[in-house]
């Protein structure tokens, strides 16, 4: 490992070694950083500095992007002190760490996944902590992720005319991930492969529901070059409205 | 304290009705809690302040206290209404050390065991660890090993942990022998199973150590061996390993029951699926009535015929071989039974660990969409196609019942991508270009779009080339690979004929299959070449070659490809044919075909020798036709060096015999005949031998004057032997040719070695 | 050489859908004959859909619909069959598919990062660590 091998055995008080920890850190030195934070724990592990340290060098590790080492430290600081007051910030920053490894919807989302569960632990264990705030933000955008994923499959199999295969995908997008913005377009979507599958009234009964609820969105305006006129019959059920599809704005944890 | 800030957990909640009117517990103290927090003490226990003390609760807080294994002692007093609590703390590890591993490396070691430094030390971790390092030295087969962990006390309540190893000597296998083998001898059935005897000359085998798992996978290797010859009742009934008191050496003793040896008897398809007639299906069956027995025979034919069926277009088929067999003359037919399947359907295609690769890239590569039927060969063709992409190392299917309904399930497609994109450079040296040097960029999967962006520059002694070339493998999102290539090159031929080219070129080709055999391409291609520095005493014919040409061709090449795999066949044959048009502008106007197989053998696997074995027979046949002028130089065929090993590069075809410089020919035809043979190294050190035998012959070029030109039609024939070694720097290949029949006119060349690059 | 014809979707077999008696067959009895619905209408499980077509593909050709069929089975309010329509390829409307995408948020990688982004990232010391 690195060179200054030797100087790492010199016993030196906590407070001294945490506050050189500290400094590597404003300097954005943070590999260094998060090695003298392991220093403060290995050689006084019962100072107060020593639990400081634990998280202090879980940030060096996310500032240097090391995700998952931060996460092994950050879950290894939970299991260790489950009652210390830094806990909540802990379990945000170990969401965060997966939050970060997100990739774009063409690939591997498990990292999607599970910052999405990252997060929603946070707002779970920790509602009125000021970090429950963001993750809820977060958590919002990595459902869009997901629910963007599903549409690149969607219009894939739609491309290759495979209509049964897309159909599914784009109501998973409107039946599991009805806050994301993909919701219109997967509607419409549903109006254009019941239209090709000759089931025109179920195209029609769609591009309602389309309207209903995005009446100012271009998907609206495709639909209805699609569909023409949406003449709902009145013996026919009124389209539902879903409580959950409504722009809503007070927001139930799901 | 006000109530713990978690959820409470069920289990408190039903204990706590249940506990008897004991004395109230007004305050929980801590003592001896040095690094763990008195809070994080109170939140392991059950037992909570301001409630009521029962001796249950306590038991169960001591039990949840030692169960965080941070704790090497924990007691639980009453005193008055204050509960004191006093633990004494595990060791916290400074560092971990080994001493005396001198076979297995540390480095080895540290990843097997969970000790670590900053992690609690406790008593039983240790133990596992140590019986962790037994179990690794077991597996590299030292069965004499002895490991005591020692502790050293250092201040704060840490500790170092030394593991203090003594390896004893090594375990080899002595001895292996079978019992009640009397088809076989021994010798043989020695030579079919992994596990080897402990010899001088195999001083570098890891395979003469004893390991059960390879032994368990030696009685399987015996029941196929078996099988596969007829013998229906064959098992291993034992198989023991018996250590030499000195606990030196093992001897392995396998006890069979052959029982008979079995023929095929009838063997029929019978067919329950609606309107399909199981005589259709009778061409997939192989054997026939009186061959011997063969197991694996019978798992192909199911295999082949439920493939058969699916592509007859029913979606569920399950084939199902029904055996009768009949002792007394020993035969045994067989029914094939094919079935309705299951009607489960695809719920969902579910694609992970594509970190680069886009989703598309590989579910274009599947058979089966999402919604279609649950069809075990489709999914199996679907594996191979998305692992011969060449993006993943390892590419895995499973399948898990959705949560859907009963019928549907969910493919799971689980890659593990490999680096595509090489940024090369390679230094090498081979017999055609000498000394050479290449810089080149690859990446196989551009931004994980399935693209293939190429671009390379070498230098070599005799020859500098720049290729650039890109590959769409899905044109228009259609199955057609399209792809354009630019290149220059300068080579020097001064060697072989005395002159100098340069040429610069480029094309565009379009690529696509019919079905898994049959595959087209077609290609433009446009070079400006230039013949320079001809050597004033070269030979007549090169002097009067055109210096400036334009060739403006045509081409399209037909395969037909039957091998087992594209990157490295063992077995099956291909069969390529290539006609080029040239005269669409340009300068030169000629008609070339060429005609390319390949047969290969996988003689280890048939025999059941080891699997390094194995034959491939290769020809190729080459015929230029100018259209209306003669063929310039360099279109012409050149027999010698890489399709003639033992002659040098252009060294066996016409030659102009004062300036002795190669003229080249309008047609040739060459062969060879490789047998790759095993070297008894292990397979990690990647040495392969091979075996080999070239023939070539090539024809006369245009205006051929039999006065001043040396050309024969007679074959020249060459044979000689190879080695391959994959080192870490690159592939290094050496073939030694010795030609047996040539004429003296030829240029011969014994070595050809190329290392270092990718040729 | 024939070309693969690949069936796809859900196709119940002629003889178990004659079996389906409208008026007296609950959601019960259909899944047992015909099994799990392909899809069903979007917020409406009154009406089930079985979506079956058989395509191929040949050389580069886009891959074909050689066939398709959607066998539709409606319940009334008390979850019984009212009806069992069958329509098919012809009743159809040939439809553009829209080229406008909804625009993914989020780490929308540049060119230059997708390319050079890996590149260290399976560098042995990396994944060995």
Known sequence: CSGKKDDLYVERPAEALYNEALSLMNDGKFRDASKAFDEVERQHPYSTWAMKAQVMGAYALYENSDYDDANVALSRFIDLHPGNKDIAYAYYLRALCQYEQMSDVRRDQSATERAAEALTEVMRRFPESEYARDARLKLDLTRDHLAGREMVVGRYYLKSNQYLAAMNRFRKVIEKFDQTTHVPEALYRLVEINTILGLNWEAQRVAAILGHNFPGSEWYQDAYDLVGEVVLDENAPPPPVSSALTPVESQTLP | TGAPGFPVPEAFAQSRASAHSGAVVSRIIVEGAERIEPETVRTYMTLREGEPYSASLADASLKALFDTGLFADVTIRLEGSSLVVKVIENPIINQVVFEGNKRVPTTALEGEIQLRPRVVFTEWRAQEDVQRILDLYRRSGRFAVSVEPKLIKLDQNRVDVVFEINEGPSTTVKGISFVGNSRFKAGELREVIMTSEETWYKFLSSTDTYDPDRVNYDRELLRRFYLKRGYADFEVRSAIAELSPDRQSFFITFTLHEGERYRFGTIEVESNLENLDPAVLYKMIEVKNGDWYDAKKVEDISESISEEVANLGYAFVDVRPRVTRDAENRVISIVFEVNEGPRVFVDRIDIQGNVRTHDEVIRREFLIAEGDAFNSSKIRRSRQNVQDLGFFETVDVSNQPSPAAADRTTVVVDVKERSTGEVSFGIGWSSSVGALVEVGVRERNFLGRGQDLRASVSWAQRRSQLDLGFTEPYFLDRKLAAGVDAYAVERDLQDESSYDYRSIGGGVRFGWNYNSAWSHSVRYNVEKMKIEHVAWDASRFIRDQKRNTTTSLVGHVLTYDRRDSRLNPTEGYFVSLSNDVAGLGGTEAFLRSDIKAAYYLPVGEILDWNPAWNFNLQGQAGYIFGLGEDVAINQRYFLGGTNLRGFESAGAGTRDPQTEDALGGNWIVTGTAELGIPLGLPEDIGITGRLFTDVGLSGKPDKYDAKLMDWDASPRVSVGFGLTWVSPVGPIAVDFGFPIMKKDYDETETLRLSFGSRF | ?129
């Open chain 3, 1 to 129: 050489c024939a070309n693969e014809i690949d069936a796809r979707g859900n196709l119940p077999s002629e003889t178990s859908v004659q079996q389906v008696q409208p008026g007296v067959h609950t959601r019960a009895d259909v899944q047992a004959l015909l099994g799990t619905p392909s899809a069903t209408a979007l917020y409406d499980s009154a009406v089930w859909y079985y979506i079956s077509s058989h395509t191929t593909q040949y050389a580069f050709l886009k891959p074909e619909e050689l066939d398709r069929q959607v066998l539709i089975v409606e319940f009334d309010r008390a979850g019984v069959v009212s009806d069992v329509i069958r329509i098919f390829k012809e009743d159809g409307e040939e439809v553009s598919i829209s080229a406008r995408e909804t625009p993914a948020r989020g780490t929308e990688q540049n060119v230059i990062q997708e390319f050079f982004g890996n590149l260290g990232r399976f560098t042995p010391s990396k994944v060995g660590r």
